[in-house]
């Protein structure tokens, strides 16, 4: 006989663990434990420093995907959750995966989607407060399909002012598009300050940007693609 599932993790204490630069994490998809991780060095991307190369302006000024928000958050975190080539294993268990569904029921965590031909090839997740987002993962089953999703993270978070977007750990890749590494008491800093902000959630920036590309006669992708002055 099988032991009950853990419950998730309640929705109040996760946030506050967010507000404290705390995160869940497991071992293994089946793991029914989490644990919880204060890094001694942070990763974050300045929301003034994002390095969107000419060839990912290119991209995400034609337009190649359509991009929503909010629109498939359960089957975000089910991509990102997947086994890969490099990664067969994914600290995203199910009871991580059933926390962060009842997060975003209450609107403190969202998605945002790439898709093309009617399909989910893109996309990332994270928990979003006041002037804060902290993204937790991404995944590409298309070219720069997750760059893209990021490119419209950064646009968003900067419309709806927003000051701190955590990446939580350093990768190459991640330092190829403008994150920098501070140290755990710096970021706590840069939380509490960002955390204090009257920003707007991801959505209503979401509606914001549409509404404003709309008022130029231009596609929000091409509003993006212009308002970038960063290159790599």
């Given at each position: 006989?099988?032991a009950?599932?853990?419950?998730?993790?309640?929705?109040?204490m996760l946030?506050?663990?967010?507000?404290?630069?705390?995160f869940?994490?497991?071992?293994?998809?089946?793991?029914?434990?989490?644990?919880?991780?204060?890094?001694?060095?942070?990763?974050?991307?300045?929301l003034?420093?994002?390095?969107?190369?000419?060839?990912?302006r290119?991209?995400?000024?034609?337009?190649?995907?359509?991009?929503?928000?909010?629109?498939?958050?359960?089957?975000?975190?089910?991509?990102?959750?997947?086994?890969?080539?490099?990664?067969?294993?994914?600290?995203?268990?199910?009871?991580?995966?059933?926390?962060?569904?009842?997060l975003?029921?209450?609107?403190?965590?969202?998605?945002?989607?790439?898709?093309?031909?009617?399909?989910?090839?893109?996309?990332?997740?994270?928990?979003?407060?006041?002037?804060?987002f902290c993204?937790?993962?991404?995944?590409?089953?298309a070219?720069n399909?997750?760059?893209?999703?990021?490119?419209?993270?950064?646009?968003?978070?900067?419309?709806?002012?927003?000051?701190?977007?955590?990446?939580?750990?350093?990768?190459d890749?991640?330092?190829s598009?403008?994150?920098?590494e501070?140290?755990?008491?710096?970021?706590?800093?840069?939380?509490?300050?960002?955390?204090?902000?009257?920003?707007?959630?991801?959505?209503?920036?979401?509606?914001?940007?549409?509404?404003?590309?709309?008022?130029?006669?231009?596609?929000?992708d091409?509003?993006?693609a212009?308002?970038?002055?960063?290159?790599?």
């Amino acid at each position: 006989m099988h032991a009950p599932a853990p419950p998730p993790i309640p929705a109040d204490m996760l946030l506050l663990a967010y507000r404290n630069g705390i995160f869940p994490m497991s071992d293994s998809r089946d793991d029914p434990e989490v644990f919880w991780v204060e890094p001694k060095m942070r990763a974050i991307l300045p929301l003034d420093g994002f390095a969107m190369s000419r060839s990912l302006r290119k991209v995400v000024r034609q337009g190649r995907f359509t991009v929503t928000c909010n629109t498939a958050f359960a089957q975000v975190i089910d991509e990102c959750a997947a086994p890969r080539a490099d990664h067969p294993e994914s600290w995203i268990s199910a009871r991580i995966a059933a926390s962060y569904r009842a997060l975003h029921a209450e609107g403190h965590a969202h998605s945002i989607e790439c898709w093309r031909d009617g399909a989910l090839v893109g996309g990332l997740y994270g928990v979003g407060f006041n002037g804060v987002f902290c993204g937790e993962s991404m995944f590409s089953r298309a070219d720069n399909a997750s760059k893209v999703a990021l490119a419209w993270l950064v646009a968003l978070l900067r419309r709806g002012g927003a000051t701190l977007l955590d990446c939580q750990f350093m990768t190459d890749h991640l330092a190829s598009l403008g994150a920098v590494e501070i140290a755990q008491a710096r970021y706590c800093e840069l939380l509490a300050v960002a955390g204090a902000l009257d920003a707007a959630s991801l959505p209503e920036s979401f509606a914001v940007l549409v509404a404003e590309a709309e008022g130029l006669g231009v596609s929000p992708d091409q509003l993006i693609a212009q308002s970038s002055t960063h290159t790599s």
